[in-house]
T-cell receptor
Framework: DTGVSQDPRHKITKRGQNVTFRCDPI?????LYWYRQTLGQGPEFLTY????????KSRLLSDRFSAERPKGSFSTLEIQRTEQGDSAMYLC????????????FGSGTRLTVV | QQQVKQSPQSLIVQKGGISIINCAYE??????FPWYQQFPGKGPALLIA?????SEKKEGRFTISFNKSAKQFSLHIMDSQPGDSATYFC???????????????FGKGTKLSVIP
């Protein structure tokens, strides 16, 4: 499978707990993105990496959120002290350098905070 | 501030009919306009995209029409099939280097139902 892989697919957590999601992009893609999608809405941009460098962060990415992409390969998104408002689908996407058209999304991680 | 407005919110079309979804944008820096198709439990999948140097792009049954002066673009699905039933999102981004150049701004989506 050469698509974008996300793990886990579903996560239920209690309010106040920390959660971490993983994204494995398409291997030859240098750019990696995280988006958040709530029910009935389009995806909203969270952050963007080119290789290991985090180049852009949305104001949606509060200080409870942190993303990393060590060695420019897989990426993790951690949410600390989860709140009910964090419940959403977290989508990862990747694209190759020089091609802004080639956004490929993974199937997402659905987070439910209870 | 919603930068990409999409309509309608939902659409029911008979099999074989034409589905039309419209989007309008505000940011004149946008110069890449893709459409995504999303099935339940899946991530969005790129369907077709257009740059503002052309007014229309066709791929199979899917056509994008683009009106730069009105800042509007639309998706037409010809000969709609039950398998096309999904949620469709328009999106836009600037592609020139600078802040926001790789961020897609999405519309709120249109749930399409194609009935036999």
């Amino acid at each position: 499978d050469t698509g974008v892989s996300q793990d886990p697919r579903h996560k239920i957590t209690k309010r106040g707990q920390n959660v971490t999601f993983r994204c494995d992009p398409i291997s030859e893609h240098n750019r990696l993105y995280w988006y958040r999608q709530t029910l009935g809405q389009g995806p909203e941009f969270l952050t963007y990496f080119q290789n290991e460098a985090q180049l852009e962060k949305s104001r949606l990415l509060s200080d409870r959120f942190s993303a990393e992409r060590p060695k420019g390969s897989f990426s993790t998104l951690e949410i600390q002290r989860t709140e009910q408002g964090d419940s959403a689908m977290y989508l990862c996407a990747s694209s190759p350098t020089g091609n802004n058209y080639g956004y490929t999304f993974g199937s997402g991680t659905r987070l439910t905070v209870v | 501030q919603q930068q990409v407005k999409q309509s309608p919110q939902s659409l029911i079309v008979q099999k074989g009919g034409i589905s039309i979804i419209n989007c309008a944008y505000e940011n004149t820096a946008f110069d890449y306009f893709p459409w995504y198709q999303q099935f339940p439990g899946k991530g969005p999948a790129l369907l077709i995209a257009i740059r503002p140097d052309v007014s229309e792009k066709k791929e199979g049954r899917f056509t994008i029409s683009f009106n730069k002066s009105a800042k509007q673009f639309s998706l037409h699905i010809m000969d709609s099939q039950p398998g096309d039933s999904a949620t469709y999102f328009c999106a836009a981004s600037p592609t020139r280097s600078g802040a926001g150049s790789y961020q897609l701004t999405f519309g709120k989506g249109t749930k399409l139902s194609v009935i036999p």
